[in-house]
């Protein structure tokens, strides 16, 4: 069982940056590989990026690339989106999510491969 707390949204104006953090409960945070997806007001689920258990491996949203980075420190069983250059049309709740890796440098980009979620984060950029 892995419990998911985000931290770190809130409101940012256009062109802003916003770090969020996802921190994991359990020993076992480095066999899981990490994600984030958001989802804004009437519209679906939406990834926006994933590392590997390892770190080595990242993968993002056509939308957020160059934009967002996102990292992970497994001794402090972490994971974090750096958020800059903010764009009205990135509102939404952001959730963290993990999910259990055999191997070391998989990403995935599918909620199907995530069976932890947490509650979500607030990010708002006004237009």
């Known amino acids: 069982q892995v419990q998911l707390v985000e931290s770190g949204g809130g409101l940012v104006q256009a062109g802003g940056s916003l770090r969020l953090s996802c921190a994991a409960s359990g020993r076992t945070f480095s066999s899981y590989g990490m994600a984030w997806f958001r989802q804004a007001p009437g519209k679906e689920r939406e990834f926006v990026a994933a590392?590997?258990?390892?770190?080595?491996?990242?993968y993002y949203a056509d939308s957020v690339k160059g934009r967002f980075t996102i990292s992970r420190d497994n001794a402090k069983t972490t994971v974090y989106l750096q958020m800059n250059s903010l764009k009205p049309e990135d509102t939404a709740v952001y959730h963290c999510a993990a999910g259990y890796r055999y191997r070391n440098d998989y990403v995935g980009g599918a909620a199907r491969e995530y069976a932890y979620w947490g509650q979500g984060t607030q990010v708002t950029v006004p237009s």
């Open positions: 590392i590997s258990r390892g770190g080595s491996n990242t």
